[in-house]
C-alpha cells in the first residue's frame, strides 16, 4: 500500500493537518487513538489547545496508544496500562492495553475508556483471543472496584465479525478455543492447546448499528468501537 501511495500523504506534516481538521470538525467528547507516533510532538499539543487532556502508552519502539477527554465534560481518575502478554498461553508479545477511569462532571457518572491494539495478520487469531482473554479477566476486575461504571472499548483488533475473538468480545464466552502462538510447525498441523473461555462482561458494537440504520455497510473494519451490554 505504501509503495502505491503518494509520497506527499505519507509526510506527517499532511496527514497533521487531516487529523486537525477531524479533531475540530467532529469535537468529540472523547478520542480514542492507536498507532499514535507524534504524541508529544503533534496530538498532545494540539488537542491540548482544542481544550482536552490526554495519556499515553507506547505500544512498540514505534507507537503507542493514546486516549484524550474534553476537560470541561470529564475529570481524570485514574489510568492504567494492562499487558496482555500470559505465560499461561504462552504469548509474550508487547501489546497493551490503556485504561482510564473518567468522571462525568455533569452526572456523577464513572466511564471506564479502553483503547487497545491486539497481535495484526490472519494467522494469528490464536494469539488475539488469548490477548483478548486477557484483556477482559483485568476489566473484570476493574469494574468490581467502579461498581456501576459503563466501559466504552475502541481498538484496533484485527478480526471481523465471525471470528473468535469478536464473538469473545460479544458473546461473553468460547468453547475448546485454540490460543497460542503459532509456529511454523503450527501452521502445518500441529495443533495449539484448546481452552474454555468465560467473561462476565460482554459488548455491543458500533459497526452492528450498520444493519439497522439504513447506512451502506462498510468494508469490513479491524477496527471497533464497542460499549457493554450491561
Known amino acids: 500500500m505504501k509503495e502505491n501511495a503518494d509520497r506527499e500523504v505519507l509526510e506527517f506534516d499532511y496527514r497533521a493537518s487531516l487529523f486537525t481538521d ?9 478520542l480514542s487513538l492507536q498507532e499514535v507516533d507524534q504524541y508529544n510532538q503533534f496530538f498532545n499539543p494540539t488537542l491540548s489547545g482544542m481544550g482536552y487532556e490526554g495519556t499515553f502508552v507506547l505500544r512498540s519502539r514505534y507507537d503507542g496508544l493514546a486516549v484524550f477527554w474534553k476537560l470541561d465534560k470529564f475529570e481524570l481518575i485514574e489510568n492504567r496500562t494492562i499487558n496482555l502478554a500470559s505465560a499461561e498461553y504462552g504469548i509474550n ?9 473518567l468522571n462525568h462532571i455533569s452526572t456523577g457518572n464513572t466511564i471506564i475508556v479502553v483503547d487497545t491494539h491486539v497481535k495484526s495478520a490472519p494467522w494469528f487469531e490464536s494469539v488475539r483471543v488469548g490477548q483478548v482473554s486477557v484483556l477482559l479477566d483485568q476489566l ?7 461498581d456501576g461504571a459503563s466501559i466504552v472499548m475502541t481498538g484496533d483488533f484485527n478480526s471481523i465479525p465471525g471470528y473468535p475473538t469478536y464473538r469473545l468480545l460479544v458473546d461473553g464466552y468460547l468453547n475448546n478455543v485454540e490460543i497460542g502462538l503459532k509456529n511454523w510447525k503450527n501452521r502445518l498441523g500441529k495443533s495449539l492447546p484448546r481452552y474454555d473461555l468465560q467473561s462476565n462482561i460482554t459488548f455491543q458494537s458500533a459497526y452492528s448499528l450498520y444493519n ?14 464497542w460499549w457493554d451490554a450491561q
Do not use: G, W
Not at 447506512?215 to 469490513?220: A, D, E, V
Open 22 to 30: 477531524i479533531f475540530e470538525n467532529r469535537n468529540a467528547d472523547i
Open 93 to 101: 508479545m508487547p501489546h497493551k492495553a490503556l485504561v482510564v477511569v
Open 140 to 146: 473484570q476486575n476493574i469494574t468490581r472496584e467502579y
Open 212 to 225: 439497522t440504520c439504513n447506512i451502506p455497510s462498510p468494508p469490513l473494519p479491524p477496527n471497533y468501537s
